[in-house]
Structures are given as C-alpha cells and as structure tokens.
C-alpha cells in the first residue's frame, strides 16, 4: 500500500507590509502606487499620471497590505448620523434661514437677506493635533432660482481661531462630492458647507446633503503646499529635484532603535550631500540617511557621520541605516557597508523630511534620486532582516 502524500508546510514568507505594520511607529510610503498621492496637499486630485505633482503621500504603514478605499471602509465615522436619520447631525447656521432634514436629508435653505451665500457649519471634535483627516460632503440635490448648476459646491475646513480656511475645495458643479484632506491643528475645528448663489434675495433655493464622512486617516503622511518645491511622480517613483523639493512628515525617532530604507535611482553625479530621508537638531542630534558625494551611503546619527564603502553613482538598488543607541549599521544592495559605534543620541522633537534633510525646522540637503519606495520604523536591522526589505522594496 503506498504511503499517503504530506505536504510539508513552508515557512511563512516575509511580508513588507505585515512587517511594517508590527512597527510601534514609523511611515511606508510606495510612490509606485497610483491611490494614495494627491496633486494638492489638501486633496483630491489624485498623482497618478507622470508628471503630476505630489502635494499629499499618504503613509502606508499601518494598513497592512489594504488600499485607501479598503482602509477608509474599516475607519470610524467621526460625523454623528452621517446619513441625517434622526436629525441634523448638529449642522447649524451660518448663511441660512434654515437648517432641516427632508426624507432622511439634510436641506440647507436660502436666507433672503441678500447673502449671496448659502453656508452651513458643524463642530468636528475629537480630533488628535497632527493627525491628517478626510471629509467628504455628498451635494446630492438643489432648487430654487438661486442655484442654476454652475455654483460650485464645497468644503471649507476653518483654522483653530476659525479665523480663515485650513483647507477648502470647491467643485465646478452644484450636485457631487468635494473631498479635502487636512491635517489638524487643535482638538476641534468647524467643517462648512457652501454654494454660491445668483440671489441671497428668495427663501426658496436650497441644497441638500446626505451620507457626509469626516474620518482620520491612519499614517504620518508627507506634505507640502508649495508648488515648486512639490516632487513629481515618475513611472519608478517619485522624483525630487535637488534643489527644493521635499514632503514634510509627522514622524519622529525615538531614542533606542530606529531604521530608514529606501529603493532608490542613484543620481550619476551628486555634488553635495543629499538627504534621503530625517532630521537633526543641533550637530549632536542627527538622525538621516543619505548619499555622499563620492555615491556612498552615509548617515548622520547622534554627534557622528558615517560612510560606506561603495560607489553607486547611477545604479538602482536599495539603502538603508539602523541604530540602536550604541551601533550604527549601513547597509547597502545586498551587504552591510558599515558598522560603527553610535555616537549620542538622535533628535526626538524634529519630524522627518522625504527628499531633504529637516534641520531645526529648515529644508536643506535635498536630493536628486528618483525614490520608488521609503520606510522607517523602529527596529535594529540585522544583515537577514534588510535583505528581507530589501526585496521587496525593490520589487
């Protein structure tokens, strides 16, 4: 009788995302992928076609492998009653006779005092400083001789002293849905909702609402507001200029262990040293990985510099540097290209830039490399674990 067949189970394979998800902290940013990078840096027109400026990255790190619709889907809504089934959802207001709810939708009435503005606001509240949030506001009907379908509809999401916007969109039709990203500020911030009318003189235009969506975003997303200093995406990632251009993020080290990789284009002549990614306070305080002149993998950490072996002017590969509050590794294509005594301790105040080097607050040191993929996180990077990473930042 012949003996039945077992497979003998496989060890499970390294997973960049899993990995990256078990980080404490950290960012993951993949700018090969075409639903998670803005034009803007408050949103919503997606970088997705070459050429196109990245204002907005969001950070992939906690996702687990997801998409941003996967995600959005598994986030909490921070709007009570969205949908408007048990009344107005505490919308009140501003540019309004009234604010009602008519068959499970939220109307926005007209005030006929001349207003040529039909504007409604509601408290966003719990919100965590720092953090980047999405709202979405479904303009799913109007009537009335004010609106003809040419006013815009939009979102204004006001500052802390509600003093001006911290993000608006307006869209070119009456009926959609204008979405906006924003990173907060303080723990509650007005959203309002407007159209623009040909008359603020009648009581009979209005809009409606339904289903609006106000959620956080996981990540330490990377932004930057500027145009000219904005990176462009390219078909192997996203391309920096050497000379301006860098997203700003919320991520900080931490003292003890801390790593950077990245799958990279090494520029072919580099004339100063360019920033991957990191911060530095004062010289003591450095925490970066970068490319030195001589197309060698450098790091700054704590009070010292420290520079591989290997010219890679002009090759595609991945770099990487890890501490752990004693030892500093480079690691460069498949090999350790240093390992070092750390010395002193890196900044744990200062975010890190993407594409520079944030010291103090001021962009410099910024790079020329075309990077297709970036993490950071808060682990010790032996030679097995990078190589791991490695593939499939590379991939």
Known sequence: ?????????????????????????????????????????????LADDVGEAMGLALDQRSWDGQTLTEVLAAQTEIFSDPGFSSGNGGWY??????????SGRLRATASGTGLQSIQIGRALTG????????????????????????????????????????AAVTLATSVGTPVVY?????????????????????????????????KLIPGNHGTQSTGTMKPTRQAGGAKFDGSDDYLLTTY????????????????????????????????ANRTFLSLGTSGRVTAGVGSNFHTGVTDLRGTDLVIAMSY????????????????????????????????????????????????????????????????????????
């Not at 109007?142 to 204004?156: D, K, L, S, V, W």
């Not at 080290?253 to 520029?267: D, L, Q």
Request: with cysteine.
């Open 1 to 45: 009788m012949t003996a039945p067949y077992y497979r003998i189970p496989s060890m499970s394979r390294f997973s960049l995302p899993k990995f990256m998800a078990s980080q404490s902290d950290g960012f993951f940013y993949d700018f090969t992928r075409t639903d998670r990078h803005f034009q803007e840096h408050t949103g919503p027109t």
């Open 182 to 214: 924003f990173v907060a500020t303080a723990a509650s911030h007005e959203v309002r909702a407007r159209i623009d009318t040909t008359s603020g003189a009648d009581t009979s235009t209005y809009y409606e609402l339904d289903n609006v969506s106000a």
């Open 324 to 395: 752990d509050g004693s030892s500093v590794r480079l690691f460069a294509g498949s090999a350790i290209e240093k390992s070092e005594a750390q010395g002193s301790t890196p900044t744990t105040t200062i975010p890190y830039c993407i594409g520079a080097l944030n010291s103090n607050g001021i962009a410099s040191n910024f790079t020329a490399a075309t990077v297709k993929r970036v993490v950071a996180g808060r682990e010790f990077l032996t030679l097995e674990r990078f190589k791991q990473i490695a593939q499939q930042l590379q991939s």
């Open 93 to 102: 207001q501003i540019n309004a006779a009234t604010v009602s709810v008519v």
């Open 127 to 166: 919100l965590t400083a720092g953090r980047t949030y999405r709202v979405e506001l479904p303009y799913v009907a109007y009537g009335g001789p004010g609106i003809t379908g040419a006013q815009g509809c939009n979102i204004r999401v006001r500052n802390a002293a509600n003093s001006a916007d911290l």
């Open 252 to 283: 900080y080290a931490v003292s003890g262990a801390n790593f950077i990789a990245a799958a990279i284009s090494v520029p072919a002549t580099i004339s100063a040293t360019q920033v991957i990614a990191g911060a530095s306070g004062a010289a």
